[in-house]
């Protein structure tokens, strides 16, 4: 009897256990399958949700050519320098770079300032860090001549990345239509001519070559009218692409000021009206700050980040008695679908980076590009809380803030990735 009722016991045992375990599994599906609805949610948020990443000049200076040199494999690598800042431009659905330099080659000699050559591999590391749009029409741009300028505008396309500025040929666009989930942007660059030589125009008090002279966008402070017309017309070429939102690429301003000159002033005014969108800034070597214009012409909201200073370089307090060339900045702008109206501009966040220097041994150092968010919450370990370059990054990291939002526009500081 005893066996039986064992046996009763077993079953009844198996058949509400299987139950129960069936129920468990059921429960933890349909929990999953719940979190999967979440996840997908989170998803289709994000998708919703188009990022824009910028960040100022890339220079390569005597000193980096001399750092980044690897004698045994004899190439050069500068993916090292951007070791702690990949994570965060990669978080970006698309970003850009001022690739303030030539790439002529390895024969016109690699040189840094005031005549700038920098090797190929520069491309290498930029790729390695997520960016994707390099702005090429600076002042730099014919420190090789027009032979210069046009390997420049090929080496860099043919490393994959999307170029504004400048082009091979005349008949080449100098302008970016891109769509990104679904949203066509237009992005377009321009750099101030200096004074002419005569009748002969310049770019950084050279002579323009007649060959370079349909190669690249520019202006001249003292033709703005007749420059406006050219940017309009680019506007509406690039809208006739379909173009939804357009994103302008200034190189302006004065060196070293830290604030916005009349000239930025006037044509950032100008812009706005003419309806664009967005305004990143660069040439004077530091951050500037950012700040809204509201056009009663064009009836938009117009961001304006005057200068994002250097995003790598060595221009420092040790070599031109200059700290702030030190600091640069990332900057997110998130645009929004809005359904059949378009994309509006949600939300503009940013990280401090600050180039750190230290040496290596001989004339070598190592540069790497801090973001200085993960230096306030203690979470790099490039240096130690003691060292003198800590004091330095939090000084930065401060300043940097207190400048940036000084026109009373506020941004976010984005948060450190983990």
């Given at each position: 009897?005893?066996?039986?009722?064992?046996?009763?016991?077993?079953?009844?045992?198996?058949?509400?256990?299987?139950?129960?375990?069936?129920?468990?599994?059921?429960?933890?599906?349909?929990?999953?399958?719940?979190?999967?609805?979440?996840?997908?949610?989170?998803?289709?948020?994000?998708?919703?949700?188009?990022?824009?990443?910028?960040?100022?000049d890339i220079l390569v200076h005597?000193?980096?050519?001399?750092?980044?040199?690897?004698?045994?494999?004899?190439?050069?690598?500068?993916?090292?320098?951007?070791?702690?800042?990949?994570?965060?431009?990669?978080?970006?659905?698309?970003?850009?770079?001022?690739?303030?330099?030539?790439?002529?080659?390895?024969?016109?000699?690699?040189?840094?300032?005031?005549?700038?050559?920098?090797?190929?591999?520069?491309?290498?590391?930029?790729?390695?860090?997520?960016?994707?749009?390099?702005?090429?029409?600076?002042?730099?741009?014919?420190?090789?001549?027009?032979?210069?300028?046009?390997?420049?505008?090929?080496?860099?396309?043919?490393?994959?990345?999307?170029?504004?500025?400048?082009?091979?040929?005349?008949?080449?666009?100098?302008?970016?239509?891109?769509?990104?989930?679904?949203?066509?942007?237009?992005?377009?660059?321009?750099?101030?001519?200096?004074?002419?030589?005569?009748?002969?125009?310049?770019?950084?008090?050279?002579?323009?070559?007649?060959?370079?002279?349909?190669?690249?966008?520019?202006?001249?402070?003292?033709?703005?009218?007749?420059?406006?017309?050219?940017?309009?017309?680019?506007?509406?070429?690039?809208?006739?692409q379909g173009a939804e939102v357009?994103?302008?690429?200034?190189?302006?301003?004065?060196?070293y000021e830290r604030k916005p000159?009349?000239?930025?002033?006037?044509?950032?005014?100008?812009?706005?009206?003419?309806?664009?969108?967005?305004?990143?800034?660069?040439?004077?070597?530091?951050?500037?700050?950012?700040?809204?214009?509201?056009?009663?012409?064009?009836?938009?909201?117009?961001?304006?980040?005057?200068?994002?200073?250097?995003?790598?370089?060595?221009?420092?307090?040790?070599?031109?008695?200059?700290?702030?060339?030190?600091?640069?900045?990332?900057?997110?702008?998130?645009?929004?679908?809005?359904?059949?109206?378009?994309?509006?501009?949600?939300?503009?966040?940013?990280?401090?980076?600050?180039?750190?220097?230290?040496?290596?041994?001989?004339?070598?150092?190592?540069?790497?590009?801090?973001?200085?968010?993960?230096?306030?919450?203690?979470?790099?370990?490039?240096?130690?809380?003691?060292?003198?370059?800590?004091?330095?990054?939090?000084?930065?990291?401060?300043?940097?803030?207190?400048?940036?939002?000084?026109?009373?526009?506020?941004?976010?500081?984005?948060?450190?990735?983990?």
């Open positions: 009897m005893r066996k039986i009722i064992v046996i009763l016991m077993a079953f009844i045992l198996l058949f509400t256990g299987g139950y129960y375990i069936k129920y468990s599994i059921d429960k933890k599906e349909n929990k999953k399958i719940n979190g999967n609805n979440k996840e997908e949610e989170s998803i289709k948020k994000d998708s919703e949700r188009i990022r824009i990443t910028a960040v100022g005597e000193t980096q050519l001399a750092s980044q040199y690897d004698a045994e494999k004899k190439k050069y690598d500068f993916k090292d320098n951007f070791e702690y800042v990949k994570p965060y431009i990669e978080e970006a659905d698309y970003a850009i770079a001022n690739l303030e330099t030539t790439l002529a080659g390895e024969k016109e000699k690699f040189t840094g300032f005031p005549i700038f050559n920098s090797p190929d591999e520069i491309l290498d590391a930029l790729s390695y860090s997520g960016f994707n749009l390099l702005s090429a029409a600076n002042n730099h741009i014919l420190d090789k001549g027009a032979s210069g300028l046009i390997r420049t505008a090929k080496v860099v396309k043919n490393k994959g990345f999307d170029l504004m500025g400048i082009k091979e040929k005349a008949e080449d666009k100098s302008y970016v239509v891109k769509e990104i989930k679904g949203i066509k942007f237009g992005f377009t660059n321009y750099v101030f001519e200096t004074d002419k030589k005569g009748n002969v125009r310049t770019l950084n008090s050279l002579k323009i070559p007649n060959t370079a002279l349909e190669l690249f966008d520019r202006f001249n402070y003292s033709e703005l009218e007749k420059d406006y017309k050219k940017m309009q017309d680019r506007i509406k070429e690039m809208k006739s357009i994103i302008f690429s200034m190189h302006w301003g004065n060196e000159n009349d000239h930025q002033k006037r044509i950032a005014n100008k812009l706005a009206d003419m309806g664009v969108d967005v305004i990143i800034g660069g040439h004077p070597h530091v951050l500037q700050p950012m700040e809204y214009i509201d056009s009663k012409v064009s009836n938009k909201k117009t961001l304006v980040l005057y200068s994002l200073g250097n995003f790598l370089s060595n221009q420092r307090r040790e070599i031109i008695n200059n700290k702030y060339p030190e600091d640069g900045i990332i900057v997110n702008i998130d645009f929004k679908k809005q359904g059949a109206s378009g994309v509006e501009l949600e939300s503009v966040s940013y990280i401090p980076t600050w180039v750190c220097r230290q040496p290596i041994k001989g004339e070598k150092y190592s540069y790497k590009i801090i973001p200085l968010n993960e230096v306030v919450e203690g979470k790099i370990e490039v240096f130690k809380e003691d060292d003198e370059n800590h004091n330095k990054a939090q000084e930065s990291y401060n300043e940097t803030i207190s400048l940036f939002e000084s026109f009373n526009s506020k941004a976010v500081l984005a948060p450190v990735l983990k």
